[in-house]
């Protein structure tokens, strides 16, 4: 079974994706762990135990079976209980062709959908 996740306004869908990652400031030394929650080329949905605010700038690391991907980004929004949306700014052409083939990985075995949570 497939899983459908909300599109909304976005240009690339999201694909459910459970994974730890490693949320650090544009300087490099390391915030906190972010658990993502959903992810796409442009973008992610993570949740994260300390206070993010929107327009922060942040490089998040994601593990993948080909090696790290980092990706330079900013917070676009925060929800309570810790959930921020983050949209990805630049990442090396490394990285993006890892980030690529993960998300191939994902549309493979999840479905974007037309409707979410409100």
Same mark, same amino acid.
């Given at each position: 079974?497939? #899983?459908? %996740?909300?599109?909304?306004?976005?240009?690339?869908?999201?694909?459910?994706?459970?994974?730890? +990652?490693?949320?650090?400031? /544009?300087?490099?030394?390391?915030?906190?762990? *972010? @658990?993502?929650?959903?992810?796409?080329?442009?973008?992610?949905?993570?949740?994260?135990?300390? /206070?993010?605010? /929107?327009?922060?700038?942040?490089?998040?690391?994601?593990?993948? &079976? &080909?090696?790290? %991907?980092?990706?330079?980004? %900013?917070?676009?929004?925060?929800?309570?209980?810790?959930? *921020?949306?983050?949209?990805? #700014?630049?990442?090396?052409?490394?990285?993006? +062709?890892?980030?690529?083939?993960?998300? @191939?990985?994902? %549309?493979?075995?999840?479905? /974007?959908?037309?409707?979410?949570? +409100?």
């Amino acid at each position: 079974m497939k #899983t459908m %996740i909300y599109q909304e306004r976005r240009q690339k869908a999201r694909f459910a994706y459970s994974a730890l +990652a490693v949320l650090k400031t /544009p300087d490099g030394p390391s915030v906190a762990t *972010a @658990q993502i929650v959903d992810l796409s080329l442009e973008g992610a949905c993570v949740t994260v135990p300390l /206070p993010l605010f /929107p327009d922060e700038e942040f490089l998040l690391v994601l593990n993948s &079976e &080909e090696g790290d %991907i980092v990706v330079r980004g %900013i917070v676009r929004y925060v929800q309570p209980g810790g959930v *921020a949306g983050l949209n990805f #700014t630049r990442m090396s052409e490394k990285a993006a +062709a890892r980030l690529e083939r993960l998300i @191939q990985t994902l %549309i493979e075995t999840t479905m /974007p959908g037309v409707s979410g949570p +409100a």
